[in-house]
DNA sequence: AGCACA
């Protein structure tokens, strides 16, 4: 559930940090700490593979605690320094809860600085984009009496985050439940996607399994100007 | 299943 998208921006955090830390401290490459590519290698999965991802993140670090403590003070460095330049900046917001601070500052980092959409440290972590993909993502399989601040509270923490648009539709068969349709605009499609795999299958209502499983796509735009041939070439 | 707003 939740969980897999917030240790998703710990884990880019934790990432980004550690390779900031190697460029800048150590000059000669270790193989303690050089991570071959096999150990997560090309795996399919979002979601998965960050939840991986962050696992393997942890384990290592501690092994590399252990090995060298260059790295570790520098890694350490680098916090402050981050944190640091926050502090003296921008006086720390009142935001509510202290799980959402580090990603919505996270994400305002982002958004200023990574607008090429290579902003991950240099580790591109994302499967390769479909044709179709747009900054846009359709998303339904909402509660029908979901609100609003509810979606925005699921979408803001990724990066490249901008708005979520409800929409509310008549079921077409009587009796039913309105459905809940919402767009959820991105800067990239980039980013769009990293949102529309961790939370494929999200469940609202984590009590009830069946209930309430978020289907994510990329929006389709109305009809563009290429009109009516469909067929191949 | 279902795709709106500029």
């Not at 680098?78 to 926050?86: E, F, T």
């Not at 923490?157 to 039913?176: A, I, N």
Request: charged fraction near 25%; hydrophobic fraction near 30%.
């Amino acid at each position: 559930m939740a969980e897999a998208y917030w240790r998703y921006a710990d884990a880019r955090h934790q990432a980004a940090a550690q390779a900031a830390a190697q460029a800048a401290v150590v000059p000669t490459p270790q193989p303690a700490i050089k991570r071959p590519r096999s150990e997560y290698p090309d795996m399919p999965g979002g979601s998965e593979m960050l939840g991986y991802y962050t696992h393997d993140e942890e384990r290592t670090g501690y092994r590399v605690i252990r090995d060298t403590e260059t790295v570790e003070a520098s890694y350490d460095r680098y916090l402050r320094n981050g944190i640091s330049s926050y502090g003296t900046g921008e006086p720390v917001r009142p935001v509510a809860g202290g799980m959402t601070a580090r990603p919505v500052d996270d994400q305002r980092v982002m958004g200023v600085a990574g607008m090429d959409r290579s902003g991950y440290g240099g580790g591109r972590l994302e499967p390769p984009l479909p044709p179709d993909a747009s900054n846009t993502l359709f998303v339904e399989g909402l509660p029908s009496d979901c609100t609003r601040r509810e979606v925005s509270h699921i979408f803001r923490p990724f990066v490249g985050f901008q708005e979520v648009r409800l929409v509310t539709k008549d079921s077409r068969h009587p009796g039913q439940d309105p459905l809940v349709l919402c767009f959820v605009d991105f800067v990239t499609p980039a980013q769009a996607a990293v949102a529309l795999e961790a939370l494929q299958g999200y469940k609202f209502d984590e009590n009830d399994r069946e209930s309430s499983n978020l289907r994510l796509q990329f929006a389709r735009f109305p009809p563009r100007s290429s009109g009516g041939h469909r067929g191949r070439r």
